[in-house]
């Protein structure tokens, strides 16, 4: 998901009350929620960041020790204001082991929402490479952003008028994960149903939409190269007709583009061939590669 909403949801989780267990407690759940894309420094080398990112960032391994760097670095700010008699008057004692915690449960829900979209996550990573893709919600859910965001709104003006400022954003958790749940469903029967009335429907995958939630531009395909999206075809040929271990050799950001696609297939562009993902048929930057010549034949 976007970093707003990434955000967002730590910030929630903190009105929950989980801020009150130590000083620090929000950046902590905030900053944690964003930590894992600290591999987005990659995207300066373009299209081989494709098989660079949502990988040992987001993996195990960074879900243990990205919150101990966070806590670690939080405890030493409460420290070195103390020492400068800068520390706020107002500020909860602070408690490493709570800071770490806290980042720990921030840093793991980066994950969970990453994995809600059809864009992939590589979970297991560095012990696996496999993607792992929920198809449940667009990177950016506007009714992500109002309802999180209102829900923050309101407790934060509770909180300052002495009211029950936890039960807003507690309310606001349960009705994100029903949503979440009932996206879940749509994807579901969705899926169901194109492999049920689609001939040859051997791979299908619910694109999501960033406002009408409820809808999905399905993909199908016989896993070959050759795609339908919304009714109409996308890919010239199969890609065994092209010397893709050729292509990959010659270039390494077809390496790069074919770990990471989901969807992979090819057209021709005058004298050229194109390589491109189904889920991104709009042609965006970063998101179709020129093949080296002379890979897929004449």
Same mark, same amino acid.
């Given at each position: ?47 081989? %960041? ?5 990988? /040992? ?5 960074? #879900?243990?020790? &990205?919150? @101990?760097?966070? =806590? ?56 696996? %490479? ?5 198809? /449940? ?5 506007? #009714?992500?952003? &109002?309802? @999180?965001?209102? =829900? ?73 190269? &050759? ?64 093949l080296p010549p002379g890979v897929c034949g004449p």
């Amino acid at each position: 998901m976007d970093n707003l909403t990434h955000s967002l949801f730590g910030a929630v989780l903190g009105q929950t009350g989980l801020k009150r267990k130590t000083g620090l407690g929000m950046p902590a759940l905030i900053i944690g929620a964003n930590l894992p894309d600290v591999d987005a420094t990659c995207v300066t080398l373009g299209t081989v %960041s494709l098989a660079m990112r949502r990988g /040992i960032t987001h993996g195990p391994i960074a #879900w243990v020790l &990205l919150p @101990l760097v966070l =806590a670690a670095l939080l405890y030493g700010y409460d420290r070195w204001q103390q020492k400068r008699g800068k520390r706020p008057a107002d500020r909860l004692p602070v408690h490493f082991t709570w800071l770490y915690a806290l980042a720990f449960i921030g840093c793991l829900s980066h994950p969970f929402l990453d994995w809600l979209n059809s864009y992939g996550i590589r979970f297991l990573e560095p012990f696996s %490479s496999r993607w792992f893709y929920g198809d /449940i919600l667009f990177i950016i859910d506007i #009714w992500l952003w &109002l309802g @999180l965001g209102f =829900a923050l709104w309101f407790s934060r003006r509770r909180e300052k008028t002495g009211g029950h400022w936890q039960r807003p954003a507690q309310v606001a958790l349960v009705a994100t994960f029903l949503y979440i749940g009932i996206n879940a469903a749509i994807s579901h029967l969705q899926v169901a149903a194109a492999r049920q009335n689609v001939a040859g429907a051997n791979v299908v995958i619910p694109n999501l939409l960033p406002v009408t939630s409820w809808q999905r531009v399905m993909i199908t395909g016989a896993g070959d190269g &050759l795609w339908v999206v919304d009714g109409k075809s996308y890919g010239d040929v199969p890609l065994s007709q092209c010397d893709l271990d050729a292509a990959r050799a010659a270039d390494p950001e077809v390496e790069a583009f074919l770990f990471w696609s989901r969807a992979p297939y090819v057209w021709r562009q005058g004298e050229n061939w194109i390589l491109g993902d189904a889920r991104f048929v709009d042609g965006r930057a970063g998101f179709m590669l020129p093949l080296p010549p002379g890979v897929c034949g004449p």
